[in-house]
């Protein structure tokens, strides 16, 4: 049993440093630029609706990537941090944690300007650490650990 752990602290290491990566520094991903403004919405819904009512003119991997990419980038979190926790986490806690992240990830990028503090990313990030969670969930009750 501890191995596994061992294991999965390892993997969720490798995750987090990756997912700094590609939030901070992946040039594919527009990250090397630091912008002059603050960039920030504090509307919710507001980018996601935005996106899906233009999804034809930006083109379905903008919208795949945008929408669809901020939840399968936390599923992970939500996966491995019950598996890592010494102590029982429940889905409550994996959420608040998934969303205590994804603000930490958001003021980062909002004060580093190498993105934007956007409160749709917290609720699609938070939907990840949630289907993240369902997943270990699931495993756990079908007996595989």
Known sequence: ???????????????????????????????????????????????????????????????????????LAFAPFGYLLPKIVTRKLGVFYTVLFTLEFSVFVELIQLVTRTGSFDVDDLILNTIGGLVGYIL???????GKK
């Open 1 to 71: 049993m501890k191995k596994n752990r061992n294991i999965a602290i390892l993997i969720f290491v490798i995750y987090i440093l990756a997912l700094f990566y590609y939030l901070f520094f992946a040039g594919s991903m527009g990250r090397t630029c630091r912008g002059e403004d603050f960039r920030y919405n504090i509307k919710p819904f507001f980018e996601i609706t935005r996106i899906w009512r233009n999804r034809e003119a930006l083109g379905m991997r903008y919208v795949i990537i945008n929408l669809l990419g901020n939840i």
């Open 136 to 142: 270990y969930y699931r495993r756990l009750i079908s």
